[in-house]
């Protein structure tokens, strides 16, 4: 977009509803005030206060002066060049907490900043971003608020409320260069400001202060970082151009703001959702398909919506479709639709499939129980979690589980999830209530997608209007046991586990003789249902061990004149660091052994390193991060 400019009123947008859309379609939070945000990188961003709002009830505009914390006041112009341009719209009635929401807002604009490598902003209210603007006080007050929390970290120039401005502004103009997103004032899982009750439940029952209890290495490095407030909050919902995480091994960002996968991420992805799938189905979990899209306009789906809290991106745009947040929506609108008794419960369903997510979207693995009291509900809350927790350790992550429960939410029933894990728990009480919200962390990075998480909400069927053939509400309890498995591709440990591994063997030859023995290797793998490829450039050998490790394979074989006459083997097992020496059978067989029980699939890349129509697409990994450098 070039160099423009408009003028923009600063008042409440009187602007007629978007065609189509019937006036009460969508549910509407009431009073806490909260922010939408649209945050732009702007070669030139520039703004004129013009006139005052010509209306005779319109609110006098925001007079020149100091706010409360003594910062200077909004000038009537002003602007920047290379900078983050950042349009404000001020949602809600009560600015009872304006501190928190700026905060919030505050650290995506200052992170968003620091990605774009900006050292300033203009804070531009802009009420055209809602169709419920707040009113002109607590517009003032959230948008001073917001200038002061952003000004710890940025150069900040912010337009005054109330005025129409002159606005002019030209954008960088590249993928990355725009997000939207929206923040309130609730309680948020990982922010600390927020100073939950932090404790640690212990499997044998205890419970225990933070300090006074020894933590192995990855539960005291999350417990620190939780209490530090730099645990991140969950991934803003992506409304256009959201946020986007790091791409990890096996992907690369392309033009379009997102990533694509190689041939060995997408055998990852697809090898979690299978393991997940059958993990699921010998739970009990019948398998069901909902919609993956929904109609924003339709009232069952207005009916739903608020109560299972999902949020609806781009319908103040008139946007009338939107690709699914999570399955509850699906799942709470086949329950509406079903007979059940007590007796049938629990009742367990499963579903993998697409998400939006905060980098566009991804097949999320997902199961619902429906229990019929809170103690078969708790019951089926300590399986979920269990099962996730296998299914975590079977992909080689070592989570940490973190639990976030209401205050009214019966401690020795938190006692039993602690002991049912058979790990420590960390534990924060906060409000009222019985909800219970169970994550589990990765201990280096809580940049998710989608987190694995188990969570109870006892009201969530009386919200939707579901009850039992005997009238009463029955309770649901939700798990997504893997998260996204666009996450487990870019945490996939290295070495991977064997199953998990698009590559389990790799033979390394020493000399161009020895290429066809190695090819031969490999395929009598490949026979036997395994995955093994050659890496037979003209590269030294060290090298190509270096790229082992970044394509996360656990076991290396070196074929030089001994093996290429024949002989047994000697083998590098890099997730053991070991070295021994194996027959071709027996290295089947051992591979077998660790494979039992895991699903299987055919390599979907070439059998020698470096062939294929992707290669100069995806480029070299890095070895220390595995991140493509072509």
Not at 227 to 255: H, M, W
Request: glycine share 10%; charged share 25%; with cysteine.
């Amino acid at each position: 977009m070039g160099p423009t400019t408009t003028a923009m009123g600063s008042g409440r947008r009187p602007g007629p509803r978007p065609i189509g859309r019937p006036a009460t379609a969508l549910p509407r939070p009431a009073d806490p005030a909260d922010v939408r945000v649209l945050d732009i990188h702007a070669d030139h961003c520039a703004f004129e206060a013009v006139a005052a709002p010509p209306a005779e009830d319109a609110p006098e505009p925001e007079a020149p002066t100091p706010d409360t914390e003594g910062r200077p006041p909004a000038p009537r112009e002003g602007g920047f060049d290379d900078c983050l341009a950042v349009l404000v719209a001020v949602e809600g009635t009560d600015a009872s907490d304006p501190q928190t929401v700026a905060r919030r807002t505050a650290i995506h604009l200052a992170d968003r900043a620091a990605d774009l490598r900006l050292s300033r902003a203009l804070i531009y209210p802009c009420p055209a971003l809602s169709e419920r603007a707040a009113d002109h006080a607590t517009t003032v007050e959230c948008t001073r608020a917001l200038a002061g929390a952003l000004a710890d970290d940025l150069t900040v120039v912010r337009a005054p409320v109330g005025w129409h401005h002159a606005l002019a502004l030209e954008t960088a103009g590249h993928p990355f260069g725009a997000t939207v997103s929206r923040f309130d004032a609730s309680p948020a899982p990982g922010d600390a400001r927020a100073a939950p009750d932090w404790t640690v439940l212990t499997a044998d029952g205890d419970r225990r202060s933070l300090d006074a209890v020894a933590l192995d290495d990855p539960t005291r490095s999350t417990c620190d970082r939780l209490t530090a407030g730099e645990a991140a909050a969950e991934f803003p919902v992506a409304t256009g151009t959201g946020p986007t995480p790091p791409a990890g091994p096996f992907a690369a960002r392309d033009d379009l703001g997102g990533r694509h996968l190689s041939p060995d991420g997408r055998l990852v992805h697809d090898l979690a959702v299978a393991h997940a799938r059958a993990r699921l189905r010998d739970h009990g979990a019948t398998p069901v398909e909902t919609p993956a899209t929904f109609d924003l306009g339709a009232s069952a789906v207005a009916d739903l919506l608020g109560a299972v809290g999902e949020p609806w991106p781009g319908a103040d745009a008139g946007v009338d479709g939107a690709l699914r947040v999570s399955t509850r929506l699906g799942v709470c609108s086949l329950l509406r639709d079903a007979t059940l008794s007590r007796a049938d419960c629990p009742v367990r369903l499963a579903e993998a499939g697409p998400q939006r997510t905060a980098d566009g979207g991804a097949t999320v693995p997902t199961a619902h129980a429906v229990a019929g009291d809170r103690d078969g509900a708790w019951a089926e809350l300590r399986a979920f979690a269990t099962l996730t927790r296998d299914l975590l350790t079977d992909c080689g992550h070592p989570a940490v589980p973190v639990c976030r429960a209401g205050g009214d939410a019966d401690p020795a029933r938190l006692d039993a999830l602690a002991a049912a894990l058979d790990r420590p728990v960390l534990l924060a009480r906060h409000g009222g209530g019985e909800a219970v919200d169970l994550t589990f962390r990765d201990p280096e990075t809580d940049r998710a997608a989608v987190a694995p998480r188990v969570r109870l909400d006892p009201e969530l069927a009386s919200r939707a209007d579901l009850t039992l053939a005997d009238g009463d509400a029955p309770l649901l309890v939700e798990c997504a046991p893997v998260g996204a498995p666009d996450d487990v591709r870019r945490s996939l440990p290295d070495p991977a586990p064997a199953w998990l591994a698009p590559t389990q063997v790799r033979f390394l030859t020493v000399e161009p003789g020895h290429r066809d023995r190695a090819a031969a290797l490999a395929g009598r793998l490949a026979d036997a249902g395994l995955r093994a490829d050659v890496d037979d450039r003209p590269s030294p050998v060290g090298e190509r061990f270096d790229r082992a490790a970044a394509d996360r394979v656990p076991l290396v074989a070196v074929v030089g004149d001994r093996e290429a006459e024949g002989g047994d083997l000697k083998l590098y097992d890099r997730r053991a660091d070991t070295e021994r020496t194996l027959s071709p059978s027996a290295l089947v067989d051992a591979l077998h052994e660790r494979v039992a029980g895991f699903p299987g699939r055919e390599p979907y890349g070439p059998r020698f390193v470096g062939e294929g129509a992707l290669s100069d697409v995806f480029g070299e990994p890095d070895a220390a991060n595995g991140n493509p450098t072509g």
